[in-house]
């Protein structure tokens, strides 16, 4: 589960960021909270941008 987060994280960042709306979404289709998303993206160095809830 881990490494396919972090896959589809990798593939949808552009220029080492992620939007909020497109982590909150691997999240919700992976069924993991969206801090497992958020410490994936932590890890691979990659921001999370333009997030409207504070989730990450």
């Known amino acids: ?3 396919r ?4 994280i990798k593939r949808k960042a552009v220029k080492g ?3 909020c709306s497109a982590a909150r979404k691997i999240a919700e289709e992976a069924g993991v909270a ?4 958020g410490n994936a ?3 691979l160095k ?4 333009n997030c409207q809830l504070g989730c990450f």
Not at 5 to 8: A, D, F, G, R
Request: glycine letters at 0%; charged letters at 45%.
């Open 17 to 19: 960021k992620l939007s």
């Open 41 to 43: 993206a932590d890890r």
């Open 46 to 49: 990659i921001k999370i941008a």
């Open 5 to 8: 987060i972090e896959e589809e």
């Open 34 to 37: 969206y801090k497992i998303v």
């Open 1 to 3: 589960m881990k490494n």
